[in-house]
């Protein structure tokens, strides 16, 4: 609720002063005496009935300025208008993944928490979800629905292509997602713990075809140095663990993001990992605004016509009731 013209509320102090001069006469007014009390029988509901008279009179005025002042009720709403980036998650769901050495759970389970939250902090950017093994797919294309992108992060398991490290596969895939993409710029974050060793497409090729196309290409190295556990359930002997040699090729990370003026990233720990995105997240950001809308009602009219029908009925009283009242 606002007032468009509160100046008009000066009004109501003149009116206040009448309405007090008003009272105060009637109290000191002179006593009228008449011969015959009689000429009042039957008419005390009239009286009663002229007294709203002045009460009607000093309503319409207070409403009339009250309306003169333009009471208004408004409804706000927010426009949120970004350019947006095209963002393509990458990620690796080799078998090696399945190592226990970045936190709580294994390597996909930490990068799965990691990439929901990044994911969340983006609600301006069509974001989509590549992942690889021996061979690369589509998980989630390009959407504004963080909420399907998230679910869909969270259905990622080991298995669903067969073992391995396509790294190029993964890249090129994710690239031919954005190859038509419309945002201010175009980004793919590939995070591997291991080396290509599979796949038709060679990283150095998806990485000239990701420059080509004008995609910038975070690369990001998950996992501990040296080797690492990785837990093998038997059906015999139970759950035991094998040790790995989960060595990263980071020449070749380093050699994709310098080709299209990205960064490379070492992620050794769930808390690394997530500085990391963080820090991705900060270089990335779209430029939004936000404009707000207010539309607002108009009262006063209704006011006036309350003004209108409280005079009326004063002088409608005046000249009938009233007007009857020896």
């Not at 393509?88 to 990439?115: F, H, I, T, W, Y």
């Not at 590939?190 to 080509?212: F, M, S, V, W, Y």
């Amino acid at each position: 609720m606002r007032l468009a013209n509160p100046l008009f509320l000066v009004l109501l102090l003149p009116l206040a002063a009448i309405l007090f001069w008003h009272l105060r006469r009637r109290e000191e007014g002179a006593t009228l005496r008449f011969s015959d009390a009689r000429l009042f029988q039957g008419a005390g509901w009239r009286v009663w009935v002229a007294r709203a008279v002045p009460v009607l009179v000093y309503t319409a005025g207070t409403l009339l300025i009250l309306a003169l002042a333009r009471p208004q009720t408004g409804a706000s709403r927010s426009e949120v208008k970004s350019e947006g980036i095209d963002i393509v998650l990458c990620l690796d769901v080799s078998g090696s993944m399945r190592a226990e050495d970045m936190g709580p759970g294994n390597r996909l389970q930490v990068v799965k928490e990691v990439a929901k939250k990044f994911v969340e902090g983006r609600p301006g950017d069509r974001i989509g979800l590549v992942v690889f093994s021996g061979g690369a797919y589509t998980q989630c294309p390009l959407t504004l629905d963080h909420g399907i992108v998230t679910s869909l992060i969270d259905q990622i398991d080991f298995g669903t292509v067969a073992d391995g490290t396509a790294i190029g596969m993964g890249l090129a895939t994710s690239v031919n997602r954005l190859r038509e993409a419309k945002g201010k710029s175009k980004v793919v974050i590939l995070l591997t713990d291991g080396q290509n060793n599979a796949g038709e497409i060679d990283p150095a090729t998806a990485a000239k075809a990701a420059h080509a196309l004008g995609v910038r290409v975070y690369t990001i190295g998950a996992g501990s140095k040296g080797a690492a556990r990785i837990p093998v359930d038997d059906p015999v002997f139970g759950r035991r663990y094998v040790t790995i040699d989960a060595s990263i090729d980071e020449n070749t990370l380093q050699n994709i993001a310098k080709e299209t003026s990205g960064r490379y990233f070492r992620a050794t720990t769930a808390e690394a990992l997530e500085k990391i995105y963080g820090e991705i997240d900060h270089m990335e950001r779209s430029e939004a605004s936000t404009v707000e809308y207010v539309d607002y009602n108009e009262k006063g009219p209704i006011l006036a016509l309350l003004a209108g029908l409280s005079l009326a009925g004063a002088l409608a009283i005046a000249g009938t009731v009233a007007n009857r009242i020896p």
